[in-house]
């Protein structure tokens, strides 16, 4: 069954469809900066309008990118606790447009 609203992929190939806050927290724990450096949240779709990708920086602590063509948006920051990571996160992808709910 395909996600309702988004998914989340990590570079180790861990997908998690429609993630809470606590299997975000979980996969963004998982990160590190050898071979899983990565998890992109978007709509499970072809060509999505927005995504969100959270990355290992090799100094330490974490870049997170949020980007939606079609608000124009387009935000970069770093952060270094996980929980607030997540949290943001949840945020800001319940402001999203989700165009393949019934």
Excluded: K
């Excluded at 996600?3 to 590190?32: K, Q, R, T, V």
């Excluded at 071979?35 to 779709?45: E, G, H, I, R, S």
């Excluded at 935000?75 to 607030?84: A, Q």
């Amino acid at each position: 069954m395909a996600a309702e609203y988004y998914c989340a992929d990590s570079e180790n190939g861990d997908h998690i469809d429609d993630p809470s806050e606590d299997a975000l927290f979980d996969l963004i724990s998982e990160l590190n900066d050898t071979d899983n450096t990565f998890v992109v949240v978007q709509p499970d779709q072809d060509d999505p309008a927005w995504f969100a990708s959270v990355t290992v920086l090799d100094e330490g602590g974490y870049e997170i990118v949020r980007r939606d063509t079609t608000r124009r948006e387009h935000h970069v920051t770093t952060e270094n606790d996980i929980g607030r990571i997540a949290s943001d996160l949840i945020i800001w992808l319940a402001a999203r447009d989700f165009q393949n709910t019934a």
